[in-house]
């Protein structure tokens, strides 16, 4: 799934699409975004599909605080607490979860997308196949 960026905004109209222009300028494309709001602040988890660098860059150019963790998307049960099994797995072996969404629920199932600290050590923990493997199976 790429890098998530958790994107910290003033909360003020425009802002968020004046970050989407100098993504766009960039180059960079946004596959999938998710945007809430609290007082002042406004928060931004971006999936891009183009280089990391470039999207980074352009955020640390903007003077955006931001958390950069790698993606992955999990399957689970669709009830209510799975993910809270899921967090608990995580963070009982050290794994940060940066951000969450649900991007799909359907047949007793959710989709979730997260963002980790540690991709390697979340898949272990997750019972996901490894990067390595994942690469191996595109070929």
Not at 18 to 46: E, K, M, P
Not at 60 to 66: A, E, I, K, Q
Not at 92 to 100: D, I, P, Q, R, S
């Amino acid at each position: 799934m790429g890098q998530q960026f958790v994107v910290q905004l003033p909360n003020r109209p425009g802002e968020l699409a004046r970050l989407a222009r100098a993504l766009c300028a960039r180059g960079v494309n946004i596959v999938q975004i998710q945007q809430s709001t609290a007082g002042d602040l406004t928060c931004a988890h971006i999936y891009t599909d183009c280089c990391d660098d470039d999207t980074t860059e352009v955020l640390r150019s903007m003077g955006y605080p931001f958390v950069a963790g790698s993606g992955l998307t999990i399957e689970i049960e669709d009830t209510p607490c799975a993910f809270g099994e899921v967090s608990d797995l995580l963070s009982g072996a050290g794994v940060n979860l940066n951000g969450c969404c649900v991007v799909d629920r359907a047949h007793g199932l959710a989709t979730w997308a997260l963002s980790v600290d540690k991709e390697d050590l979340a898949r272990e923990v997750l019972g996901l196949p490894a990067l390595h493997d994942l690469a191996g199976a595109a070929r």
